[in-house]
């Protein structure tokens, strides 16, 4: 039996594995047994000859969020108009900053969902304020992708 400390994150398990050179084997994470399988090649070649000896390993630490353009104070002149996400999935690119003028229909973002990409499209005219959202950042339904300050149509 091989055992293990793994440290994912800030959170360090203490696993087990029965046979690490079997497969399927019985790996036991804090107590919690488990049934895993692998190839059995893959295995063998991970595999240290003698009998491994506990470690930590730890994950690299998630990557930042890109910076989001900053937002522009509402002149006050009109109502703000929230564009919102139609379905979850992750934003693909953004075509409006901050301070931009749109049109009623003109694309402020693509959002991929189901392998599918569509264009989300303004919902008002008026100046864009603020820009909720980053290319990969995954979204849900109803989620505020853009905010404008609705100008006249």
């Not at 109502?79 to 996400?85: D, G, S």
Request: aromatic share 4%.
């Amino acid at each position: 039996m091989a055992k293990f400390n793994i440290t994912i994150g800030n959170k360090t398990y203490q696993v087990e594995i029965d046979d690490i050179s079997a497969s399927p084997t019985t790996v036991t994470v804090d107590g919690q047994k488990y049934s895993v399988a692998w190839e059995r090649e893959a295995a063998m070649a991970a595999a240290p000859a003698a009998t491994p000896t506990p470690r930590t390993v730890a994950a690299a630490p998630p990557p930042k969020p890109a910076a989001k353009p900053a937002a522009v104070a509402p002149s006050g002149k009109g109502e703000l108009v929230k564009v919102t996400a139609p379905m979850p999935g992750k934003i693909l690119q953004i075509n409006v900053n901050p301070g931009d003028r749109v049109k009623v229909g003109q694309q402020v973002c693509s959002l991929e969902a189901m392998k599918m990409e569509s264009g989300i499209q303004s919902t008002a005219a008026g100046v864009v304020v603020s820009v909720s959202v980053t290319a990969g950042q995954t979204v849900q339904y109803g989620d505020t992708l853009v905010t404008i300050e609705k100008q006249g149509e």
